[in-house]
């Protein structure tokens, strides 16, 4: 799966260097670290979130998981 366009927007106007990582297919993001060969704290996952408000997305290490009560 290739960087999402909002995202790879946000981090060029940021000047934030990323690489991108080519991998069989997984279920989780700590399996796509693991098929990369890429420590799970240097991977970032994306989860898109939905409130009264709208949509938002939340990245994040793919060691970590969100703790929705104190989002």
Not at 27 to 40: G, I, K, L, N, Q
């Amino acid at each position: 799966m290739g960087v999402a366009t909002a995202l790879r927007q946000y981090l060029a106007n940021r000047g934030i260097a990323y690489d991108v990582m080519v991998h069989p297919h997984t279920e989780r993001a700590s399996a796509s670290a693991e098929a990369s060969h890429v420590p799970a704290n240097r991977v970032a996952k994306a989860v898109v979130l939905k409130n009264d408000e709208g949509f938002m997305v939340a990245v994040l290490p793919a060691s970590r998981y969100i703790h929705f009560g104190e989002l």
